[in-house]
Nanobody, 122 residues
């Protein structure tokens, strides 16, 4: 089981930026994928961005050009840089990991962090 701990959430004005971090335990299996999801009150958890160990990054259409997923393997950390934030981006953001290749369905991910709240004010 992979342990995941998110941080970096907070309150920001519309148009501002935040960088989320996800520190994870060592991933001993290959291939794997890691992603960011978010869930707003009353909504289903939705895909934001992901990468997989074979290469390639993927984004939800709503965040393309504004959000960037990256990783620092030496620090076992995955980041989500969020720019030009909008009030509709307000949600709890979760980091997740799965065996196998890329996937955008949250049901495919077995390992989850506790989430970090992002609030964007108008």
């Amino acid at each position: 089981q992979v342990q995941l701990v998110e941080s970096g959430g907070g309150l920001v004005q519309a148009g501002g930026s935040l960088r989320l971090s996800c520190v994870h335990s060592a991933l001993t299996f290959r291939p794997y994928a890691m992603g960011w999801f978010r869930q707003a009150p009353g909504n289903e958890r939705e895909f934001v961005a992901a990468f997989w160990s074979g290469g390639g990054t993927y984004y939800a259409d709503s965040v393309k050009g504004r959000f960037t997923i990256s990783r620092d393997n030496a620090k076992n950390t995955v980041y989500l840089q969020m720019n030009s934030l909008k009030p509709e981006n307000t949600a709890v953001y979760y980091c997740a990991a799965k065996r196998g290749g890329y996937g955008s369905d949250y049901g495919l991910y077995a390992c989850w962090g506790q989430g970090t709240q992002v609030t964007v004010s108008s």
